[in-house]
């Protein structure tokens, strides 16, 4: 069964807690994501930081000068390197996150995006093997896109 391991990038880019919120911007932007884990040496996830995080820090000068380790998000969610391509739907519509860091043991080893669950499962059209259990999302039922239900002579508005 396809894992994390499998659609992950194992390149991905972090920051160290003592960088400043203006080097996290600039790398944010060097590398055109949205956010960067935060890991210490030894490459153990410490939090993450959105570009959403930083958009109230850009207003204050002296906070932009400290390290981000201040202003970091450190209640992160992670999954393992194993966790099977039906975990990680569930997980990004459970939590509503783009992208999650993935682990081996303790360790930052890659990252997977919700981007990269769906390019998987359009290239290879395969479907999640069970229904996703979504706690706040309401997610309309195929017959909504039914396109032959949309009367021809009907213009877009």
């Known amino acids: 069964m396809i894992a994390a391991k499998d659609l992950m990038n194992p390149d991905v880019v972090t920051v160290d807690p003592d960088d400043t919120v203006w080097e996290v911007m600039a790398t944010i932007l060097e590398h055109d994501v949205s956010g960067l884990p935060v890991v210490n040496m030894p490459g153990q996830l410490l939090g993450f930081v959105s570009e959403f995080d930083l958009m109230d820090l850009v207003q204050y000068a002296q906070a932009a000068q400290h390290p981000i380790y201040y202003y970091m998000t450190r209640e992160v969610h992670s999954v393992d390197e194993n966790t099977t ?3 990680l739907a569930e997980r ?4 509503s996150v783009r992208r999650l860091p993935v682990l081996q043991g303790d360790r930052v080893v890659g990252i997977v995006s919700f981007r990269d669950l769906i390019g998987h499962l359009l290239r290879t059209r395969q479907q999640l093997p069970r229904e996703l259990h979504v706690s ?7 017959r909504a896109f039914d396109l032959r239900r949309v009367p021809h002579n009907q213009g877009h508005a």
């Open 85 to 87: 391509i039906d975990e």
């Open 92 to 95: 990004f519509c459970a939590l």
């Open 136 to 142: 706040h999302h309401s997610l309309p039922t195929p």
